[in-house]
Nanobody, 121 residues
């Protein structure tokens, strides 16, 4: 069982920044960030292919969020800039071992407990 532990959430005003962290026992082949706002379905925010170093972002966060990893400390990050109130959600780190790395929730086998992000206007 792979345990993922997120941190870094909090409250921030619109236009501000936060950096989320996800500590993993190892950097798996495909890792990503998902979010779920109240009353909405969980959606993919960004994924990263740890072998090919490719990334994929939701259109709503392109140009504002950056997913990256530090294999030395086995941590996945999500740098969030220019935050908007609509970014308010519970953010989850997820991972899987498969070679196909795409922003599809069904593909991800391992999940963290989530970290809350609140953006006020």
């Amino acid at each position: 069982q792979v345990q993922l532990v997120e941190s870094g959430g909090g409250s921030v005003q619109a236009g501000g920044s936060l950096r989320l962290s996800c500590l993993a026992p190892d950097i798996l082949y495909c890792m990503g960030w998902f979010r779920q706002a109240p009353g909405k379905q969980r959606e993919a925010v960004a994924v990263i292919n740890a072998k090919q170093f490719t990334t994929d972002y939701a259109d709503s966060v392109k140009g504002r969020f950056t997913i990256f990893q530090d294999k030395g400390v086995k941590t996945l990050y999500l740098q969030m800039n220019y935050l908007k109130p609509e970014d308010t959600a519970m953010y989850y780190c997820a991972a899987h071992h498969s070679l196909l790395c795409r922003p599809s929730e069904a593909d991800f086998r391992y999940w963290g407990q989530g970290t809350q992000v609140i953006v006020s206007s």
